[in-house]
């Protein structure tokens, strides 16, 4: 199969969907690997490593999208990549589209294949593909709050650990998934005093078994978030419907209740957000100011730490990479249900529920496609 690897064009985003020896693997096999000149130069994977572990190199990214049968890409593409997209090409990449709906149209009107890595389920439950870059946006989350608690930063001027006779920062996380387990566990770790709200009891007990109470567990009620709202200097948002627009559990009016100062960081601004004053950031200008409440809504937290997210992430998509380059996607989603969970888009028919639902289109049933 012809397999092209994009360079990742969203603001500061240097991750890459192949590595060095991801595309080895990949000729090894008998396919044909073509790399964007310099893609995977911000994870620190040279052109050479690329050329000697068998892939072609091209320059020219017109070609590098046009001659291709399989797309790999990190972040959802933007509107000049959706414009490349052709039917009969397969794309596999983050797409986060109940939260953009023109995103979602473009992909339609593409008529390309199109699998989102954020959907993929695993038999033993989770999202194994959205996990290692949870995992590096969780523990990235609370360094952004820290930052963004200082006074140049437009924060309250608190240190989260607070000092001998002064008390340490309250730090809310709402989710207590990948993200917001990472997050807390950070934030115990910087001597923070932590909370964390979620809706599932089995989460809830899990984080309890496996903090031995250094952490507090909330179910997460109205009652639950309007005290945390009152109480916290830094809330960490964290929660996820999968393939959904995430729920708004912080409203404008509740930012009167909060400290002067204090520091909204919304990680799931990728799913829309969960905090109604929320709109996507960049790492270039990562906050703003609401009420006097700091804003941080990055929507490729990992981008900022492109070595080690490379590496996380192809760890996670080479056995589903190798899946679709070895038997094309329709064999390799119909041997695999929760592979096909994956499948968002496919020759302008929406085959995810959450994503229909979103923007009142017709739903198609991935099964129907694949047979
Ligand atoms: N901004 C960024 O760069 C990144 C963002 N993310 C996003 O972070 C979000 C969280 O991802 P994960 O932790 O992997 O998901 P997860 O599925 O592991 O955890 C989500 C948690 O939210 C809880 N939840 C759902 N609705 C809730 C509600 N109304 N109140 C309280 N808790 C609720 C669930 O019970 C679950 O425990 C996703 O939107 C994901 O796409 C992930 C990586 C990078
Ligand atoms: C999950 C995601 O969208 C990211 O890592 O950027
Ligand atoms: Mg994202």
Not at 115 to 132: D, K, R
Not at 209 to 228: C, H, I, N, P
Not at 285 to 290: G, K, M, Q, S
Request: with cysteine; hydrophobic share 45%; aromatic share 4%.
């Amino acid at each position: 199969m012809k397999i092209a690897v994009p360079k990742e064009i969203k603001n500061h985003e240097y991750r890459v969907a192949l590595t060095p020896s991801g595309a080895r693997e990949l000729v090894g096999r008998g396919h044909v690997v073509t790399v964007q000149a310099g893609a995977g130069e911000g994870a620190g994977f040279r052109d050479g490593d690329y050329e000697a572990a068998g892939a072609r190199l091209e320059a020219d990214v017109a070609k590098v999208w046009s001659e291709a049968e399989l797309i790999l890409k990190v972040k959802e593409p933007q509107p000049e990549e959706v414009a490349r997209l052709s039917r009969g090409q397969t794309l596999f990449t983050y797409l986060h589209l109940a939260a953009e709906e023109p995103l979602t149209r473009g992909l339609m009107e593409s008529g390309a294949t199109c699998i989102a890595y954020e959907t993929i389920t695993a038999p033993q439950g989770g999202l194994p593909l959205l996990a290692p870059m949870s995992t590096v946006a969780g523990r990235m989350a609370v360094q952004a709050g820290a930052h963004s608690l200082e006074k140049a930063q437009g924060g309250a001027g608190v240190l989260l650990p607070g000092v001998p006779g002064v008390a340490p920062a309250r730090v809310t996380v709402i989710g207590g998934g990948v993200v917001g387990e990472n997050a807390a566990r950070m934030a115990l770790g910087l001597g923070a005093e932590v909370t964390v709200l979620d809706k599932s009891i089995p989460r809830l007990e899990a984080l309890d078994d496996r903090y031995q109470g250094r952490m507090k567990t909330v179910f997460s009620t109205a009652d639950a978030l309007e005290e945390a709202v009152r109480e916290s200097d830094l809330i960490i948002g964290a929660v996820l419907v999968p393939g959904a627009a995430a729920p708004k559990l912080i409203t404008r009016a509740m930012l009167a209740d909060m400290k002067p100062g204090s520091v909204l960081v919304d990680v799931a601004i990728d799913q829309g957000g969960c905090f109604e004053t929320s709109k996507p950031t960049t790492h270039a200008e990562p906050t703003y100011v609401v009420d006097g409440v700091v804003h941080y809504c990055v929507a490729n937290m990992p981008g900022a730490v492109a070595r080690t997210s490379t590496q996380a992430l192809t760890n996670a998509t080479m056995p589903f990479v190798t899946a679709l380059a070895d038997k094309g996607w329709k064999q390799a989603l119909a041997d695999d249900s929760h592979f096909a969970a994956g499948l968002n888009v496919h020759e302008g028919q929406v085959t995810y529920q959450a994503v229909a639902d979103a923007f009142d289109l017709e739903y198609v049933e991935a099964a129907k496609l694949i047979g």
